[in-house]
Every structure is written in structure tokens, then in C-alpha cells.
């Protein structure tokens, strides 16, 4: 169970280009999704929390014009980089947490996404 | 503001053998969740272990353990048996109110044959 999807997992694409990426969670509800972005052999850095109905809730310096979160089901929510640029390339990772008010509950990641601006 | 800190960036370890990759953090809070996640090559996260830190035992999870420290603020990963599928990055995670995550710089893990 806790299974994430996350799709396309490879996209190269010309400078300007709008890049939507989606994350589902297959097998349970999650009203919170987050997405990181990883350089390689670094950590991963949180970007933004995206809830289900509402605004996605961006970490400082994350360009919230750049990076466009929706969350429109409890089930998927979609990052879009708008006019992306070669500085844009990473490695976009999703995470959903099964339910709330379950404490203990871990975040359960999709298999990312490898984004190649050219 | 929270932190994660892994002090070790690579490690290595003989088949076979045990291995210990080291993680410490900083908090205020007083109950709080920890995690170590592995990402192999194909980069996905894969959970290894939690520690919920109002617990004392230490957390095991087959060849996998934990060493829990609360007043020290350390907990390391103890990796029992190293097979070659365990090299990966191992990232060490603590959570926060609202449930995010703030990620450690990772360890890479190599296992000798």
C-alpha cells in the first residue's frame, strides 16, 4: 500500500517550454503533498507544500510565478514550471503522507522526475 | 529552526560486515518523528526506519536499527549484515509541525564485495 506515481519520470524540453509534472497517490487519500527539488548527490530541498483545495504554500525563495502547484483532488496534485529555463534542470520529487491525525504515518515518495532543459 | 546534520558524506563498509552512518539534529519541539531514507541509484526514496521520539526503545526493522539518542539529539542508523543492495544515499529526516520534512546532506554508502 502508500503507493506514489509520479509522471512523466524523464522530460527534456526547449528553454520557454511549460512543464507540468504529476503526482498521484494510488491506493489512499492524501490532502498535503509535498515536492522537492534535488541537485545531483545533494539533499533534498522542500519547495512547497501543496493542499488539497487551497493555496500550495511555498518555502522562502521558491519562486511561487515560476513554480505553479495545483492540488484539485485528494488524490493528485500537478507542479507546473512555467517558462522554464536551463537553471530549471533537476530532479523534481513528490511525497504524500497517508491521512491526518495519524501521527506516525511517514511521507511515501513518487519516483521522481528528471527535468533537461535545453 | 530545525536542522539535520550527517557528518559523514561517504562511507564504506565490507560485505557482510556492520556499519554505522551517523545523523544529528536540532529542535526545540519535545515530540517529534525521525526517519532515515535510502535512495539507490534510480533515485527514488525508499523508507528504511522511524523513531518516534516520545518512544525510547530504539527502532529495528530486520537488519536495519536505530540509535536513538533524545537528550544527545543523535540518531544514527546501524546497518547489520551489509548486502551489496544496501549502497545507496541514506538521507536522515526529521519532521516537523505541519509535516514537513528537513533532510540531512545524506551519506553515500558503498559495500565492498
Known amino acids: 500500500g502508500a503507493v506514489v506515481s509520479q509522471h512523466p519520470s524523464r522530460v527534456i524540453c526547449k528553454s520557454g517550454t511549460s512543464v507540468k509534472i504529476e503526482c498521484r497517490s494510488l491506493?489512499?487519500?492524501?490532502?498535503?503533498m509535498f515536492w522537492y527539488r534535488q541537485f545531483p548527490k545533494k539533499s533534498l530541498m522542500l519547495m512547497a507544500t501543496?493542499?488539497?483545495?487551497?493555496?500550495?504554500?511555498?518555502e522562502q525563495g521558491v519562486e511561487k510565478d515560476k513554480f505553479l502547484i495545483n492540488h484539485a483532488s485528494l488524490t493528485l496534485s500537478t507542479l507546473t514550471v512555467t517558462s522554464a529555463h536551463p537553471e530549471d534542470s533537476s530532479f523534481y520529487i513528490c511525497?504524500?503522507?497517508?491521512?491526518?491525525?495519524?501521527?506516525?504515518?511517514?511521507?511515501?515518495f513518487g519516483d521522481g522526475t528528471r527535468l533537461s532543459i535545453l | 529552526a530545525q536542522t539535520v546534520t550527517q557528518s559523514q558524506p561517504e562511507m564504506s563498509v565490507q560485505e557482510a560486515e556492520t556499519v554505522t552512518l551517523s545523523c544529528t539534529y536540532d529542535?526545540?519541539?519535545?515530540?517529534?518523528?525521525l526517519f532515515w531514507y535510502k535512495q539507490p541509484p534510480s533515485r527514488q526514496m525508499i523508507l528504511v526506519i522511524r523513531?518516534?521520539?516520545?518512544?525510547?526503545q530504539n527502532a529495528t526493522e530486520n537488519r536495519f536499527s536505530v540509535n536513538f539518542q533524545k537528550a544527545a539529539k543523535s540518531f544514527s542508523l546501524k546497518i547489520s549484515d551489509s548486502q551489496l543492495g544496501d549502497a545507496a544515499m541514506y538521507f536522515c529526516?526529521?519532521?516537523?509541525?505541519?509535516?514537513?520534512?528537513?533532510f540531512g546532506a545524506g551519506t553515500i554508502l558503498r559495500v565492498k564485495s
Open positions: 511525497s504524500a503522507r497517508v491521512g491526518t491525525g495519524i501521527a506516525n504515518q511517514p511521507q511515501h
Open positions: 491506493d489512499f487519500q492524501a490532502t498535503t
Open positions: 529526516a526529521y519532521r516537523m509541525v505541519g509535516n514537513k520534512l528537513v
Open positions: 529542535t526545540s519541539e519535545s515530540d517529534y518523528y
Open positions: 523513531q518516534e521520539a516520545y518512544k525510547q
Open positions: 501543496s493542499n488539497e483545495g487551497s493555496k500550495a504554500t511555498y
